[in-house]
């Protein structure tokens, strides 16, 4: 069992609030792509979503029912700074977070709060986005007044969600807004700019709160273990390694370790920009005032993680300008995007604790968190939801043996998510929610689903009690 362990669930601002346009908010770039036809599934948009903008007081509930120690959200820049700017501060955004705030402290119910969760306002992106190095003053403004206007009561913050995710689906791939398509150099000059933006973020609330408040701040990528496919295959466990270093070390080698990129990375990107006849690499290079402001700028490990992958080595032929190329990691076998981008993803529990063991390896084991875990289920209802319940039993089975067994300094896990809610490209189709929600009805209401009482139960005992773990097989037999 756990020692002051914390249980809980996680949302996202864009996903569950709607009320996109209600008392004074302005556009983000999520309100806006959505509303053209053909980006989203079924052309859903998050306009409504689980409209709780309108619904603290419900969502309260259900977090008080499940019993859960935190509740992890994020806040939407655009409702509390309409232009992205705080020349224009929008009294009832910053009422409604103050609403949501006192009622999970009135409930002894600690908020943890993301900074920014992708849905960047739509003033800012005009002006280039993550591209333009602006965007470090900004929302170091937005942060600044976040921390004096609710750190009294949070003390749990995280800058940016999955940065990975913006740099390389939103800049690289193109599959998220802004849409831009440049694998080859825009995802490296995100990533520039969006460390550099979190280390002023972390470096202003120590400077200025941190004494006062008392809380900690970090960042919270997303990770997917990578199993080498032949173990004894010494390229195998190179390009698994490497594949870790593209992905998470990107963002945290620089935090948790010195400042600067994963050697690997620079040494691969800066080799094939030579070979693409460039006058520099590819990836940007920190000074060394840089470094040393970056390094350290992280007082807990958070991430998010939904599946594991197979990688095997492959040789495969120079494209120019490709960002997939410098990962070189070749084939990947059950390998999906996380709850932000598909939802047909398998139940690859032991990868979830070889991941935890890494992190403690690779990082010296700092404090971990994990913010986001959970599966998606393409059906239009799933009250009786057996195959999350085994989901859940499985992937917190691993988390307690990394805990108990490994010596992982594991301080908490939260469940995604509290209900259904918005899933980005895919709409409403995948259901990811301990909650059900029935967007058919316009008062959006909530039923508790099988694994909502499961997950309950974890909770109060702290862990999985023997009559939890015949949980899935008394299911079984009922329905069988």
């Given at each position: 069992?756990?020692?002051?362990?914390?249980?809980?669930?996680?949302?996202?601002?864009?996903?569950?609030?709607?009320?996109?346009?209600?008392?004074?908010?302005?556009?983000?770039?999520?309100?806006?792509?959505?509303?053209?036809?053909?980006?989203?599934?079924?052309?859903?948009?998050?306009?409504?979503?689980?409209?709780?903008?309108?619904?603290?007081?419900?969502?309260?509930?259900?977090?008080?029912?499940?019993?859960?120690?935190?509740?992890?959200?994020?806040?939407?820049?655009?409702?509390?700074?309409?232009?992205?700017?705080?020349?224009?501060?929008?009294s009832h955004g910053?009422?409604?977070?103050?609403?949501?705030?006192?009622?999970?402290?009135?409930?002894n119910i600690t908020?943890?709060?993301?900074?920014?969760?992708?849905?960047?306002?739509?003033?800012?992106?005009?002006?280039?986005?993550?591209?333009?190095?602006?965007?470090?003053?900004?929302?170091?403004?937005?942060?600044?007044?976040?921390?004096?206007?609710?750190?009294?009561?949070?003390?749990?913050?995280?800058?940016?969600?999955?940065?990975?995710?913006?740099?390389?689906?939103?800049?690289?791939?193109?599959?998220?807004?802004?849409?831009?398509?440049?694998?080859?150099?825009?995802?490296?000059?995100?990533?520039?700019?969006?460390?550099?933006?979190?280390?002023?973020?972390?470096?202003?609330?120590?400077?200025?709160?941190?004494?006062?408040?008392?809380?900690?701040?970090?960042?919270?990528?997303?990770?997917?273990?990578?199993?080498?496919?032949?173990?004894?295959?010494?390229?195998?466990?190179?390009?698994?390694?490497?594949?870790?270093?593209?992905?998470?070390?990107?963002?945290?080698?620089?935090?948790?370790?010195?400042?600067?990129?994963?050697?690997?990375?620079?040494?691969?990107?800066?080799?094939?920009s030579e070979l693409?006849?460039?006058?520099?690499?590819?990836?940007?290079?920190?000074?060394?005032?840089?470094?040393?402001?970056?390094?350290?700028?992280?007082?807990?490990?958070?991430?998010?993680?939904?599946?594991?992958?197979?990688?095997?080595?492959?040789?495969?032929?120079?494209?120019?300008?490709?960002?997939?190329?410098?990962?070189?990691?070749?084939?990947?076998?059950?390998?999906?995007?996380?709850?932000?981008?598909?939802?047909?993803?398998?139940?690859?529990?032991?990868?979830?604790?070889?991941?935890?063991?890494?992190?403690?390896?690779?990082?010296?084991?700092?404090?971990?968190?994990?913010?986001?875990?959970?599966?998606?289920?393409?059906?239009?209802?799933?009250?009786?939801?057996?195959?999350?319940?085994?989901?859940?039993?499985?992937?917190?089975?691993?988390?307690?043996?990394?805990?108990?067994?490994?010596?992982?300094?594991?301080?908490?896990?939260?469940?995604?998510?509290?209900?259904?809610?918005?899933?980005?490209?895919?709409?409403?189709?995948?259901?990811?929610?301990?909650?059900?929600?029935?967007?058919?009805?316009?008062?959006?209401?909530?039923?508790?689903?099988?694994?909502?009482?499961?997950?309950?139960?974890?909770?109060?005992?702290?862990?999985?009690?023997?009559?939890?773990?015949?949980?899935?097989?008394?299911?079984?037999?009922?329905?069988?």
């Open positions: 069992m756990f020692e002051d362990f914390s249980w809980g669930v996680s949302s996202s601002a864009y996903q569950i609030e709607g009320g996109w346009d209600a008392d004074g908010k302005g556009p983000s770039i999520w309100d806006n792509f959505t509303h053209i036809p053909g980006n989203i599934k079924n052309n859903d948009t998050g306009d409504i979503a689980c409209d709780s903008y309108n619904k603290v007081e419900e969502d309260i509930y259900l977090l008080r029912a499940l019993g859960v120690k935190n509740y992890h959200f994020s806040l939407s820049w655009s409702r509390i700074f309409p232009s992205g700017r705080n020349n224009l501060i929008n910053v009422d409604y977070y103050n609403r949501l705030i006192d009622g999970l402290v009135a409930n908020p943890m709060v993301t900074l920014y969760h992708w849905d960047l306002p739509q003033a800012l992106q005009d002006i280039g986005g993550w591209e333009n190095s602006a965007l470090i003053d900004l929302f170091d403004s937005f942060a600044d007044f976040c921390f004096q206007t609710f750190g009294d009561r949070v003390k749990f913050w995280i800058t940016l969600n999955e940065p990975q995710v913006i740099a390389w689906v939103g800049y690289g791939l193109g599959a998220f807004p802004p849409n831009i398509n440049d694998p080859g150099t825009a995802p490296y000059r995100v990533a520039h700019i969006l460390l550099k933006a979190h280390a002023r973020v972390y470096h202003t609330y120590d400077d200025k709160y941190r004494a006062s408040q008392g809380g900690v701040i970090t960042l919270c990528p997303n990770i997917e273990w990578v199993e080498p496919k032949t173990p004894t295959d010494p390229r195998d466990i190179e390009a698994a390694d490497r594949h870790l270093q593209f992905l998470v070390g990107w963002f945290t080698h620089p935090i948790f370790k010195n400042g600067d990129y994963p050697e690997v990375m620079k040494w691969k990107v800066g080799n094939r693409q006849n460039l006058p520099s690499s590819r990836l940007p290079v920190f000074t060394a005032e840089e470094r040393e402001y970056i390094r350290g700028t992280a007082d807990v490990f958070c991430f998010n993680t939904y599946t594991s992958k197979i990688v095997t080595h492959a040789v495969t032929q120079l494209r120019p300008f490709s960002y997939e190329y410098d990962q070189e990691v070749s084939t990947s076998v059950d390998s999906s995007w996380p709850s932000s981008a598909i939802s047909d993803q398998r139940a690859v529990a032991w990868g979830l604790r070889r991941l935890l063991n890494w992190i403690k390896e690779e990082y010296e084991n700092p404090p971990i968190y994990i913010i986001e875990n959970g599966v998606g289920v393409k059906t239009t209802s799933d009250v009786d939801d057996n195959t999350r319940i085994f989901y859940y039993k499985t992937y917190i089975d691993e988390t307690l043996k990394a805990y108990n067994l490994d010596n992982v300094n594991l301080r908490g896990y939260n469940a995604w998510s509290l209900m259904d809610n918005f899933e980005w490209l895919n709409g409403y189709d995948p259901r990811f929610g301990l909650h059900q929600v029935d967007f058919d009805n316009p008062n959006r209401p909530r039923t508790p689903k099988r694994s909502a009482v499961y997950y309950a139960e974890i909770i109060r005992n702290n862990g999985i009690p023997i009559h939890l773990q015949l949980f899935k097989l008394s299911f079984t037999v009922i329905e069988g």
